[in-house]
């Protein structure tokens, strides 16, 4: 058992996620604060002791990134100058996770970067919810627990009402990921495969596997743009029903996404809370199912020095038990 005292700190980009964490632990948030200043610069303070504890600072990196990014880099610093035993960083949305490579020449990686500044500051651990690629865990040297929010959201789905449905991959990238809800969900995959045209842009050119009047559940890890929601009419090509459903982790939501989700064969978008949602981007079809228990959970066995190697991914395996309950690993 650990001596040293678990302290939780929530920077500004997702306060109701944090206050949601901290009433699963049983245990008040920490008091710190943030100012922007009229230059643009950001100021933060930790405004109470953490000498030798173990502390946990919950950022997620939404718009604006840049922002949110910063902020959560000199809250690691004044953690650390303040004496933390340990500083463990809990980003449920990774900043630039989709720059994981280079692409053409002369690019930066700059999901490598973010990691580099993460370390250097003195961060112990870091914790994130469904990378947009498996290879940022290996940007790190320190301990990293990649989580998936892949059984939470399959668990919606647990219904009569989705017994002839199918899983859907919007592209070949996401398989694996749609693998996962598949086999938890015992429901069939179905992939659509794109390729780049000529005069730009990318096209769906064939879906592969049955989806001949079943309920389509398309996955992904994000919706910004919303460019998949364009591609499904593929789908209903292919003999699909008109009511489509998404389960995609992150909501990051531009605009053109949520136009996107007035077509009508659209009938629901399940998301995480891994982001705030704002008032100007509610939308009817939103469902937003929270991941504080999980975070709760991962940040108790931190803290407890134990185990939680059931609650990553490699481990989220078998058919879903219905109605299941207690530990999030049951039924797995």
Known sequence: MTTHSLCLFSGSANPPLAQAIAEQLGQPLGKCKTTFFPDSEIHVEIEECVRDQDVFILQTCSQPVNDHLMELLLYVDALRRASAHSITAVIPYFPYGRQERMAHGREAISAKVVATMLEALGTS???????????????????????????????????????????????????????????????????????????????????????????????????????????????????????IYLAITHPVLLPPALKGLDHPWIKQLVVTDTIYIPPEKQHPKLKVISIAPLLAEVIRHIHEATSLSYLLPKSQRGPLAKGCVGSLGEGL
């Open 125 to 243: 651990r870091v914790v994130f919810v469904d990378a947009h690629s498996p290879a940022l865990q290996g940007f790190f040297n320190i301990p990293v627990d990649p989580l998936s929010a892949t059984p939470i959201i399959a668990r919606y789905f647990l219904d009569e009402r989705f017994a002839n449905a199918a899983v859907v991959s919007p592209d070949v990238g996401r398989a694996k990921m749609a693998g996962k809800y598949a086999e938890l969900l015992q429901l069939p995959l179905v992939v659509m495969h794109k390729r780049r045209e000529e005069v730009g842009g990318v096209k769906v050119s064939h879906v592969v596997g049955d989806i001949e009047d079943k309920i389509p559940i398309v996955i992904d890890d994000i919706i910004a743009s919303g460019s998949l929601l364009t591609e499904l009419d593929a789908l209903i090509e292919k003999g699909a029903r008109k009511e």
